[in-house]
């Protein structure tokens, strides 16, 4: 959220807080419900492996912070990050919502974007999940393989994912 590119995400998040809190909440609801789909499900590969839920909201989201916010009406990100109890949970649930729903722009060079979503090592915003991380670099091995792709460039994928992965 704070990359250049993420302007309109910033945007659209001040703007969830304006609206009030009830629909915000229809809207995470709507990200966390199960009728969310994965790109494998559409291929072959789905038999081959067992998933966990694969978007994972912030664990605690203070409401009554945002209710806060929606009382005071920020007029931009900055204001809204300097209301009490709107803290990383609040920030990574308005990303979410704001590019998942309205299609808002978050910076793919954002490092923020991929922080969290296997844990953290010091166990913020939850602890490592191991099973987790691990299926997820089976997942991403079995499509680079099934990938369409010459095969100098499948060895060249399959390098970069064996030198990210743990022995």
């Known amino acids: ?11 659209v998040a001040v703007d969830l ?6 629909k915000l909440k229809n809207d ?21 492996i067992r998933y966990t839920p694969i ?4 664990r605690r989201i203070d409401w009554d912070a945002m209710k ?10 900055e204001e809204l990050l300097s209301i009490r109890g709107i803290g990383a949970g609040a920030v990574r649930a308005l990303a979410l919502v704001s590019q998942l729903i309205y299609g808002a722009k978050t910076s793919w060079q954002d490092p923020v974007k991929f922080s969290f ?24 091995g079995l499509l680079i393989e099934k990938a369409r792709l010459e095969e100098r460039e499948r060895y060249r994928a399959l390098m970069r ?3 990210i992965a743990p022995a």
């Open 1 to 11: 959220m704070t990359s250049r590119d993420s302007e309109e995400s910033r945007k």
């Open 17 to 22: 807080i304006k609206d009030g809190t009830s």
């Open 28 to 48: 995470v609801l709507r990200l966390c419900s199960d009728s969310q789909k994965l790109l494998t499900q559409w291929m072959d590969l789905a038999p081959a």
């Open 55 to 58: 978007l994972k909201m912030p």
């Open 68 to 77: 806060q916010a929606y009382e005071f009406q920020p007029t931009n990100f």
């Open 117 to 140: 979503a296997l844990g953290g090592k010091d166990g913020v915003p939850f602890p490592v999940d191991r099973a987790s991380y691990d299926q997820t670099i089976q997942s991403l």
């Open 161 to 163: 994912l064996k030198r």
